[in-house]
């Protein structure tokens, strides 16, 4: 029992969690559908040079105003599928993908 009880802590540790980038290019996401790993975070990251976009999930959750270089992360727990949009330009559209 000693021998088993540090096999089985190990067995239950997590995985490490990844950060996907998103990338906000020429107004659109870019990859507009990502499958990730329950746990993993996405970044998104919006490189227009003048244009701000904001991220706004369907379950309420949404970032604040993304100006050029700025970043919005947000870990993804629950498996799911969370489309999103940009409000001040509704034809950006995205989707995240949950696997357990």
């Not at 067995?11 to 990502?34: C, E, F, M, N, S």
């Not at 991220?55 to 959750?61: A, N």
Request: glycine share 6%.
């Amino acid at each position: 029992m000693r021998l088993l009880l540090p096999v089985l802590m190990f067995l239950a540790l997590p995985a490490h969690a990844a950060d996907i980038t998103v990338r906000i290019d020429k107004g659109a996401y870019d990859p507009p559908l990502i499958t990730i790993k329950r746990g993993d975070a996405v970044v998104w990251v919006n490189a227009e040079r003048r244009t701000s976009h904001d991220i706004v999930f369907e379950d309420g959750q949404r970032s604040g105003r993304l100006m050029p270089e700025d970043t919005y992360r947000r870990v993804f727990d629950t498996p799911g599928r969370y489309p999103y949009h940009c409000d001040p330009h509704p034809h950006m559209q995205g989707d995240v993908v949950v696997e357990p």
